[in-house]
């Protein structure tokens, strides 16, 4: 090869300000061998705030009720409205904590109430599906030109790799599929989306895709990885392409889950049986045991997408209250206790909440067929551990659930509360990818309403 | 069966020319095999002499910096790469036998040729401008199954027409009409936010390649003047929404001060309007003048991005006074170009593929990262998520189960279709998701992201979803029970998958493999897996 002049024109200079150099991505290749998603989040760092808050919460188990169960059937519940308000479930039961009555199909649920504190007051007024889950999981209202990032993916960005995780496991798990209306991780890029696992828990085999294969033995697994290898060939005509580096990172990390220990924590096999009894047999008890020993391995944020059966009773709500609820009531009072046993409740936020509440007047008519509608005016969520106190109730609704009577909670105010709790600062700044200025969590000027947070339960 | 003949077979590939090298001949195998060392499949020895306008603006560069350009690209490398980059689809293994064996004087010329013509050249076309124009029936763009789907197939339609890019732009800007019966209005309906800032946000980075949000204020005001008059109503018809000039508009006094800015062009000139005049027509005229400063230019950047990967203004929706223009001389010709053709996009297309420039290999002869800026060897990039799922269900016959979050009757969609002729965003699958497709939202060229991932990695290496289309694949259960010659079968797989002929190294690596006491339909599969699993069956090269 020839001398090379070198590049001086000025511009050069500012391209090698902006973009990120062949030299670089050899370099963050090389420094990926830490942890599997690794290599995309260095550089990241900068955002992390200087003024962070202590962190008291390590992780988040989200327990995300898909389609918005109805409050007045589960947290909220309101005997003395009337037969056309509560329906079928006129007896609520006490809790082990004065004042906090919950749903009759809730009995072991009660019996936990000292662990966590129930918001009956949440409210974004907001009763389309796609656009409250956005509201509730980003703390923004939808329009301009940006989506912003879920929780998930904040939490994974500031506790994930370039906040001290070295796990091999990803810092973003979704039990089972993705939520799939909106993009969960917003500007952030593809690269802050959920892992989502697929199968199923409540199988004989948790068969986590990509993780768990079945019917390759580990031995045709190293087979076909050496096989691999030698017919890689155009890898090994371009060996220092930093694509070919990237992927040479992506691929060791992908076998590393493959061959090695990490991916065991999907066996479930490995727990005692009673426990697993405990949790409930089926999808959404054994994701509840999943989630456990993924905080248990450090993993900061695990989404249950709690789908199956759907909570969007827009039709014989009772019909379906009475199939799921001792399912739900199962698996997270299970999970509450299973946490705290092990000394995890202290260090793991539970977080319990749908979209929006229902329609507190049931629809009694056909096609409803006691039926409950969408209802963001007012709403409850529940949420444990991680510095939360338990044992407490913020916020009322009106005598029929209707509107919020004490003390607003917005998305913003519980999301808010829950990033200082992990130590994230909540007007640090977001890497956007044009560089406009956007913050961890709305402020005042932001267009957003907000109660404040939530430093009665704090 | 497989290990019999595997010596056979050697012979037999290297016989078939191209994998050994360009120039054997099929009659002197072993003098191919004695006096090229090391054989490589991606690349040819011919000389760099600039065949074209952009090769000569190209190498001056070269010249200028001493930067050395990497080698030409083999025949196989150029097939596969202007399949993909021309149509995101790959050869069959009958078109590229047929494009190994011709040995017509310009066949990559007429390769070109026939691959701006074909259907596929519309659906992938389609689907990129679907991108950057927001088709998406749902959240948080909200278009509606029906609109998005007319949408999509005006778009279509453009392409499959040829209809001058000035053209298709203006009846973008100027459209007026039914959602459904006039889908060119839904470029109205496409963004968030519809008041004329946001508006003029979106015409500026779609067709001008700038980010305005840098802009001063006031010149974002005036250009939103021009959009302040755009009425949008509903009907009596289910989800229908008429979008239309408005003269009262502004008689209705917006009440945002901003808006009412009178209508100034972003070069600074004062804009005359005539009140019952569409102000949208007038900023159309300024805007696809040829002597326009962003329009052209931001065209001819953007293809020359799509095809090398890398704008010569990067990226290639930011375009700025202080973002440098690695060749201005190159993007000048360009855009003379395309003014010559009237603005047919398919002549851009012709002249950048037919440049030695374009078929440059990817192997890189200068390390240093500031030569890619100079387009010193062709930029290797992972297949986009649609053309990768296209690939896999190609490859091994298999079909692909697509969903949206609407069950409407428009949004079920059959398993056959290809990805990459989805005509809505809100359909996709969770392999699209994982692989990066662009949600969407904002129109910007970086939504897509090929950045590789581990999950990515273990999807492909090692799920039921890609393991069930190798395992099940009638394609490749046809090669096994067909193959009368063992090596026929390694032969069709890599002809198949990754549209060549095996190198000696790769005859060798899967003889031992075979040897290993395997069962044929084993080997198979592995070889499968493991070609799929190549970085040159993931990566366009």
């Known amino acids: 090869m020839k001398t090379q002049p070198s590049f001086t024109n000025k511009w050069l200079d500012r391209m090698r300000e902006n973009a990120i150099t062949r030299r670089e991505a050899v370099q963050r290749a090389m ?7 690794l290599g995309d989040h260095l550089g990241l760092s900068a955002f992390a705030a200087p003024q962070a808050p202590k962190a008291r919460a390590r992780s988040v188990i989200q327990i995300w009720m898909w389609g918005g169960p109805a409050h007045l059937d589960t947290w909220d519940p309101k005997p003395d409205a009337g037969y056309d308000y509560y329906g079928a479930f006129k007896t609520p039961i006490a809790t082990n904590v004065d004042g906090l009555r919950v749903n009759e199909l809730m009995p072991l649920l009660a019996k936990q109430a000292d662990k966590y504190a129930v918001i009956h007051s949440m409210t974004h007024g907001v009763n389309a599906h796609e656009t409250a889950s956005y509201l509730v999981q980003t703390a923004r209202q939808q329009g301009g030109r940006d989506v912003y990032p879920s929780a998930g993916a904040v939490v994974s960005l500031f506790k994930g790799y370039s906040g001290g995780y070295r796990g091999l496991l990803p810092p973003y798990i979704v039990l089972t599929e993705p939520q799939g209306r909106f993009s969960e991780a917003g500007f952030l890029g593809s690269r802050f989306k959920p892992f989502s696992t697929g199968g199923d828990p409540g199988a004989q085999r948790f068969a986590v895709e990509g993780i768990v294969a079945s019917g390759i033995s580990d031995k045709r697994q190293q087979d076909r990885r050496n096989f691999l290898h030698q017919l890689n060939t155009l890898k090994h005509a371009a060996p220092n392409d930093p694509q070919m580096l990237a992927a040479d990172q992506t691929e060791k990390q992908a076998y590393d889950l493959i061959l090695g220990d990490a991916g065991k924590v999907f066996d479930l096999s490995t727990e005692k049986n009673e426990l697993r009894d405990r949790y409930g047999r089926n999808t959404f008890g054994q994701s509840c045991l999943v989630a456990r020993k993924l905080v248990e391995r450090g993993v900061p944020y695990v989404t249950i997408n709690y789908k199956s059966g759907t909570w969007d009773t827009h039709k014989q709500n009772f019909q379906t209250m009475r199939r799921r609820l001792p399912e739900m009531d199962k698996g997270v009072a299970t999970l509450l206790q299973d946490l705290a046993d092990r000394g995890l409740l202290d260090s793991t936020i539970v977080w319990w909440c749908g979209e929006f509440g229902r329609t507190p007047k049931v629809q009694w008519e056909a096609p409803w067929n006691g039926g409950r509608g969408h209802w963001g005016n007012v709403f409850s969520a529940m949420v444990a551990g991680g510095g939360f106190k338990g044992g407490r109730v913020v916020g009322a609704s009106d005598a029929k659930g209707e509107e919020v009577k004490d003390r607003p909670v917005h998305p913003a105010d519980l999301i808010g509360t829950m990033y200082e709790l992990l130590g994230i600062d909540c007007k640090a700044r977001l890497p956007h990818p044009t560089g406009e200025l956007a913050t961890v969590v709305p402020t005042s000027s932001d267009d957003v309403k907000l109660g404040g947070r939530l430093t009665e339960i704090v | ?67 050395q350009p990497a080698n030409l690209s083999s025949d196989a490398t150029f097939l596969r790469r202007a399949y993909l980059d021309v149509i995101g689809t790959l050869p069959t293994p009958r ?175 004062a804009a005359k309007l005539s009140a019952d005049h569409d102000p949208r027509e007038v900023f159309a005229d300024w805007l696809t003048k040829p002597t326009n400063p962003w329009f052209t230019r931001a065209i001819a950047n953007r293809v020359w991005f799509w095809l090398l990967g890398r704008g010569i203004i990067h990226e290639p929706d930011d375009i700025r006074a202080d973002n440098p223009t690695t060749n201005p001389e190159l993007l000048e010709y360009l855009c003379q170009e395309l003014i010559n053709a009237h603005y047919d996009l398919k002549q851009l297309f012709r002249v950048i593929l037919n440049s030695k420039t374009y078929q440059l290999s990817f192997i890189a002869k200068d390390a240093r990262p500031e030569a890619d800026a100079f387009f010193s060897h062709y930029l290797i990039r992972r297949l986009d998520a ?49 692989f990066g497709r662009p949600p969407r939202d904002t129109g910007l060229e970086s939504e897509r992201n090929n950045r590789p991932t581990a999950d990515q990695r273990l999807h492909l290496l090692n799920s039921s979803h890609v393991q069930k289309k190798i395992e099940e694949s009638p394609k490749i259960q046809y090669i096994i029970r067909n193959a009368k010659r063992s090596g026929d079968a390694v032969t069709w797989l890599y002809l198949l998958i990754l549209s060549r002929h095996p190198t000696p190294e790769e005859w060798q690596a899967v003889t031992a493999h075979s040897k290993a006491g395997v069962k044929d339909h084993e080997v198979a599969v592995d070889l499968a897996w493991a070609l799929i699993n190549s970085a040159e069956f993931l990566y366009r090269h």
Not at chain 2, 2 to 14: E, H, P, R, S
Not at chain 2, 52 to 61: S, T, Y
Not at chain 2, 228 to 235: C, D, F, W
């Open chain 1, 31 to 37: 420094l990926g061998a830490a942890g599997l998603w």
């Open chain 2, 1 to 67: 069966m497989m290990n019999i003949l595997l010596a056979v077979g050697v012979v037999f590939a290297v016989a078939l020319g191209e994998a050994a090298s360009p120039t054997a001949r099929p009659t002197s195998v072993r003098t191919a095999l004695a006096t090229v060392p090391k054989p490589s499949p991606f690349e040819t020895q011919a000389d760099l002499t600039p065949r074209c306008p952009i090769d000569q603006l190209v190498f001056a560069k070269f010249k200028q910096f001493g930067i």
């Open chain 2, 95 to 269: 078109e590229a036998r047929e494009f190994l064996n011709n040995k017509g004087p310009d066949k990559r010329g007429a390769l070109i040729e026939r691959l701006l013509t074909r259907d596929e050249f519309a659906d992938y076309w389609a689907n990129k401008w679907s991108d950057l124009l927001r088709v998406k029936a749902e959240f948080p763009i909200n278009l509606w199954p029906r609109a998005a789907q007319a949408y999509h197939q005006w778009i279509w339609a453009s392409i499959k027409s040829a209809k001058p890019y000035d053209r298709f732009v203006r009846e973008l800007l100027t459209a007026n009409g039914s959602n459904f019966r006039d889908p060119a209005v839904n470029f109205y309906r496409a963004m968030q936010n519809k008041d004329p800032q946001s508006i003029a946000q979106a015409v500026a980075l779609t067709f001008m390649g700038t980010r305005s949000d840098k802009w001063p204020k006031e010149t974002l005001a005036g250009m939103a003047a021009f959009f302040s008059q755009i009425g949008y109503k509903e009907t009596s018809e289910w989800k229908e929404e008429i979008v239309f000039f408005d003269p009262d508009r502004i008689a209705a006094k917006n009440t945002n001060v901003v808006f009412q800015a009178a209508p100034v062009f972003p070069d600074g000139t």
């Open chain 2, 386 to 434: 649609e053309v990768l799922a296209d690939a896999l269900n190609q490859v091994t016959g298999m079909p692909e189960h697509y969903t949206s979050a609407i069950p409407e009757p428009f949004t079920f969609i059959p398993e056959k279709q290809r990805s990459i002729s989805l005509p809505d965003g809100s359909i996709g699958s969770p392999f699209l998701e994982l």
